[in-house]
Each structure stands twice: as C-alpha cells, then as structure tokens.
C-alpha cells in the first residue's frame, strides 16, 4: 500500500519527455504517485479537474492561455494543486508567482523529486534535506489474476504489441499471434503494422511486394468501405490479412492519429481479431491504438534497458487510465544466455509477465523468409508458447459473432478509454 503521505502528481508535458520523467520517479512510487498526464496542451485543465493533484508538473509553455488565465483556470478547478515548472534553462528561479517550485528539464530523479516536494509544501523552498528517498519497492503491486478479456460483441478483439525499445521482438510476436489467430480462416485475424515509417512485418509475412498500404487507406478519412479494405488489404500465411506500414517513411507521416481511428474501427468490424504491431516510441498514433486495444503486450527482452522502458510504459499506460487488467508483459529470450532470471525481471517489473518466450536460433531465419515460426517450426517450444499466448488472448464469443461474412455496418462501439470519467 502506498503511504498516506504520498504526493500526487499530474505531470503536462510532451509525450516522449512523460515517458522521461516516469522512468527518473519510478523508484520513488511510495511517495510520489503519478496520477495522471496530459500530453496535449489542451488537456491539462481538463485533467487537473479530473485528477486533483497536489502538484502539476507542467513544463514551460505547454500550457494553451497566457499564464495568468492559465493560474485563475486553474485554481478555479483544482484549488490545492500547486505548480512545478519544469524548464529548459539551468538556472532555477522561481519567476512568477503562480509557480510553487522549478526544475530543470535535465535534473535526475533524485533532484526532481526534492523538486516535487518543494512545491507540494512537504520541504521549504530552500531544499532542505534530502531524506528518505531510498527506493523501495517491497510493496509493488501484485499482478492481478488473468481474466478473460472480452471485446464487445460485432467487433475483433485487438491485440496491440509494443515495446519502448527496439529489438525486443515486438513485431515478432505481433506476426506469430497474427497468423496463429488467423488460424488459415480468411477474414478471421488482421495485422495492422503501424509501425509507420519501418515497419517490416510485411516483409515477415513476405508480403513485402504487395503495393497497396495503410498510407493508401488514410488518404480516404472516414470513407473505408469493406471493399476498400479488402483491396489494401495484403493476405500472408494461414490467410492472415496484413495492412502493410507505407513504403517509405516520408509516406508514414501522411497518416494521422484520427485516421488511425477510422482505418482500426473498419478493420475490426471485418475480423475476429486484429494484431497491431507498433513502433518503439510513443506518439499521438500508438497512443491512439492503446486507447482501442482490449490488450496491450509489452514486450520485454532480457536486458535491463528493455525492462526499464516496460517499467516506465507500465507507468505511463496507468497514469492514462488503462485498466492493469488489459496490459500484460510478455519476456522474450532475444539472446541464447542471459544474466537475469523471469523473477529478477517480474521482482523489478512488480507483476508477473503472461509467458515467457525461449531464445531460438531459427527465429530469424524464419522472419528473413517470411514464414513465421508458428508455420515454419510448429513443434518447437517457442512456437507452442506463442500459441498459448494466443490462447490466451483469443475470446470464442467475440469470433462467433464475426466470423466469415464481414458484418454489416454497425454502429462503432469503441469507448473512449482515456477520456473523461474513465475512472
Ligand atoms: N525468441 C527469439 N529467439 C531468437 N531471436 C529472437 C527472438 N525474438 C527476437 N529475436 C531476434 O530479435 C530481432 C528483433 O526482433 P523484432 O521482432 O524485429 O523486434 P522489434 O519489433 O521489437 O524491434 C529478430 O530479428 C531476431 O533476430
Ligand atoms: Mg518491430
């Protein structure tokens, strides 16, 4: 449990520097709890409200009003938070009067957190001591039971795999689920890659010269009817459906986070499941996808800056209202040895991964040849592991209800996950 003299932080910010400041608190969880984040300037009032937090650590300029609306506005909805202005100079001083504290952009955990605490009132403004600060961990969440994660009727289950770093085999278990969901059954599993500027899972799925991508679907906004889709649409082993990322990465930026939206609402209405294979940062498009996803795999190497990175993701998905329950880590053996065992990696973590994937030699001759190893090597360990994770992903009413025939037009069902009144 966390102490009651815990602080309670909002944090206003671009994503990329969230992600940052997470992984610098981490292990102060016990007396700082990052109750929310808002990643667009417009938001943070609204967040404030929502989350009334002791302190808003708001970086310079990030805020929409001039200063002093933005104080009164504040105030008016949050009146006991108080400001943390994090800055981009070095020197520190608290310039006007509706900052509480400040902090440089580049000062360690250990500086920010005396920071926080400044502005929160809990040590006077000349610093004082640092005391106390010592991480501890003892009371990390327990990973809560498995439960079965329903997608509402008419609509595919969507499965989004991610990793903040790259080559931890994020889009090596995108494919392999993709294609075990597909299960040779045309219309059942989609992999959308939005992995937008070097996305290769169609090179995996050896769909690589197929023409058409999602940069293709993007360009007709809300207007994606089945048969459009169908023609963009690539198909790869096991008659998985493959929407490729573009071609080039120039191509990649045409696609916005609102068409993001509109091409995953068409592609999920047509399949039981959907699989989306995601780049290793976060911008507004992954955000977008977490916000549709009924699962988030993080996917995990075994090598401490993966597992920070998961750490701080885990954080982040919390502070945006993701449900825990939605969110499972899966470790992945990328090397044949390793230093750490699946509890060291669970104990920094604080939960319990779903399942933990072996190391294989012939994963990348199978990615190279695009036939995945849940094709290729059928009875190898980690092929039966990636099916069990797709067991356990995979939910029998939802595929009743859609497969075969696409389904007419429905009324789209998402809910907006991380909006107002999500917890
Ligand atoms: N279980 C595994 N066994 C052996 N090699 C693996 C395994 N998982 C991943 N790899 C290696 O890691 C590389 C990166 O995988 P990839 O799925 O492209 O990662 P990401 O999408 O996270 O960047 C692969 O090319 C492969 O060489
Ligand atoms: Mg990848």
Same mark, same amino acid.
């Given at each position: 449990?966390?102490?009651?003299?815990?602080?309670?932080?909002?944090?206003?910010?671009?994503?990329?520097?969230?992600?940052?400041?997470? +992984?610098?608190?981490?292990?102060?969880?016990?007396?700082?709890?990052?109750?929310?984040?808002?990643?667009?300037?417009?938001?943070?009032?609204?967040?404030?409200?929502?989350?009334?937090?002791?302190?808003?650590?708001?970086?310079?300029?990030?805020?929409?009003?001039?200063?002093?609306?933005?104080?009164?506005?504040?105030?008016?909805?949050?009146?006991?938070?108080?400001?943390?202005?994090?800055?981009?100079?070095?020197?520190?001083?608290?310039?006007?009067?509706?900052?509480?504290?400040?902090?440089?952009?580049?000062?360690?955990?250990?500086?920010?957190?005396?920071?926080?605490?400044?502005?929160?009132?809990?040590?006077?403004?000349?610093?004082?001591?640092?005391?106390?600060?010592?991480?501890?961990?003892?009371?990390?969440?327990?990973?809560?039971?498995?439960?079965?994660?329903?997608?509402?009727?008419?609509?595919?289950?969507?499965?989004?795999?991610?990793?903040?770093?790259?080559?931890?085999?994020?889009?090596?278990?995108?494919?392999?689920?993709?294609?075990?969901?597909?299960?040779?059954?045309?219309?059942?599993?989609?992999?959308?890659?939005?992995?937008?500027?070097?996305?290769?899972?169609?090179?995996?799925?050896?769909?690589?010269?197929?023409?058409?991508?999602?940069?293709?679907?993007?360009?007709?906004?809300?207007?994606?009817?089945?048969?459009? %889709?169908?023609?963009?649409?690539?198909?790869?082993?096991?008659?998985?459906?493959?929407?490729?990322?573009?071609?080039?990465?120039?191509?990649?930026?045409?696609?916005?986070?609102?068409?993001?939206?509109?091409?995953?609402?068409?592609?999920?209405?047509?399949?039981?499941?959907?699989?989306?294979?995601?780049?290793?940062?976060?911008?507004?498009?992954?955000?977008?996808?977490? +916000?549709?996803?009924?699962?988030?795999?993080?996917?995990?190497?075994?090598?401490?800056?993966?597992?920070?990175?998961?750490?701080?993701?885990? %954080?982040? %998905?919390?502070?945006?209202?993701?449900?825990?329950?939605?969110?499972?880590?899966?470790?992945?053996?990328?090397?044949?040895?390793?230093?750490?065992?699946?509890?060291?990696?669970?104990?920094?973590?604080?939960?319990?991964?779903?399942?933990?994937?072996?190391?294989?030699?012939?994963?990348?001759?199978?990615?190279?040849?695009?036939?995945?190893?849940?094709?290729?090597?059928?009875?190898?360990?980690?092929?039966?592991?990636?099916?069990?994770?797709?067991?356990?992903?995979?939910?029998?009413?939802?595929?009743?209800?859609?497969?075969?025939?696409?389904?007419?037009?429905?009324?789209?069902?998402?809910?907006?996950?991380?909006?107002?009144?999500?917890?």
């Amino acid at each position: 449990m966390r102490g009651e003299n815990v602080i309670r932080v909002l944090i206003a910010d671009e994503i990329a520097r969230i992600v940052g400041d997470l +992984e610098k608190l981490e292990p102060y969880t016990d007396v700082v709890d990052v109750c929310g984040v808002a990643h667009q300037p417009s938001a943070v009032i609204e967040e404030a409200w929502l989350r009334q937090p002791d302190v808003l650590v708001l970086h310079e300029g990030f805020a929409e009003l001039p200063t002093a609306d933005f104080a009164a506005h504040l105030g008016s909805v949050s009146p006991a938070t108080r400001v943390l202005l994090m800055t981009a100079a070095d020197a520190l001083a608290v310039a006007d009067s509706w900052t509480a504290a400040a902090v440089s952009e580049s000062a360690g955990g250990a500086e920010l957190l005396q920071a926080i605490r400044i502005a929160a009132g809990v040590l006077p403004p000349s610093g004082g001591r640092r005391d106390a600060t010592q991480p501890d961990n003892t009371d990390a969440a327990v990973e809560p039971g498995q439960r079965g994660i329903r997608a509402p009727r008419g609509r595919a289950t969507v499965v989004v795999t991610f990793s903040g770093k790259g080559g931890t085999g994020t889009s090596m278990v995108a494919t392999n689920l993709a294609v075990t969901l597909a299960d040779g059954a045309g219309g059942r599993a989609a992999l959308v890659d939005v992995d937008l500027q070097f996305g290769d899972a169609a090179a995996m799925l050896h769909v690589e010269n197929h023409l058409l991508s999602i940069a293709d679907l993007a360009a007709h906004g809300d207007d994606i009817d089945t048969a459009l %889709l169908d023609d963009v649409l690539a198909t790869g082993p096991a008659e998985v459906r493959i929407l490729r990322a573009p071609s080039s990465p120039e191509l990649g930026e045409t696609v916005v986070a609102a068409n993001l939206r509109s091409i995953m609402r068409a592609t999920a209405k047509a399949h039981a499941f959907v699989v989306v294979d995601t780049p290793s940062h976060i911008d507004e498009r992954v955000l977008e996808v977490f +916000e549709l996803a009924d699962r988030v795999l993080l996917v995990t190497s075994y090598n401490l800056s993966a597992v920070r990175g998961t750490k701080a993701t885990l %954080l982040l %998905l919390e502070a945006l209202g993701v449900d825990p329950d939605r969110v499972g880590v899966v470790l992945n053996h990328t090397r044949p040895r390793t230093n750490y065992r699946r509890e060291d990696i669970e104990e920094i973590l604080g939960r319990t991964s779903l399942i933990d994937l072996p190391y294989d030699p012939r994963v990348d001759p199978s990615l190279d040849s695009g036939t995945p190893i849940v094709v290729a090597q059928p009875r190898s360990e980690l092929a039966r592991r990636l099916v069990a994770l797709a067991d356990l992903i995979a939910v029998p009413a939802a595929v009743e209800e859609v497969e075969g025939e696409l389904p007419a037009p429905a009324p789209p069902v998402y809910r907006r996950r991380f909006s107002l009144g999500r917890r």
